[in-house]
Nanobody, 121 residues
């Protein structure tokens, strides 16, 4: 069972990036999915989550209005569109999946290896 993130990189403040998280098994299409991030010297923090159907989402206040999560269950892939990036968004971004419900994503059962996002000022 794998989650593989991609799409990270180095961008300037104000730019956009789209992260992808591809799951290795079709069963993930029925899982809640989410994104977390961890900046250097800080604890991992929740960013956003999406229900298995895509019908429900919830965001951390720090990214509301700038980040958008979506999913394509046919491709068993989740996306994180990040706009108006700020230097404080710099972190390793992790994809997570949980079979239980949307809110248990914070103690997710499955995690990816992470992708680095660096935003320069």
């Amino acid at each position: 069972v794998q989650l593989v993130e991609s799409g990270g990189g180095l961008v300037q403040a104000g730019a956009s990036l789209r992260l992808s998280c591809a799951a290795s098994e079709r069963t993930f299409s029925s899982y809640s999915m989410g994104w977390f991030r961890q900046a250097p010297g800080k604890e991992r923090e929740f960013v956003v989550a999406i229900s298995w159907s895509g019908g429900s989402t919830y965001y951390a206040d720090s990214v509301k209005g700038r980040f958008t999560i979506s999913r394509d269950n046919a491709k068993i892939t989740v996306y994180l569109q990040m706009n108006s990036l700020k230097p404080e968004d710099t972190a390793v971004y992790y994809c997570a999946a949980d079979a239980r419900n949307l809110h248990t994503i914070k103690v997710a059962q499955y995690w990816g290896q992470g992708t680095q996002v660096t935003v320069s000022s």
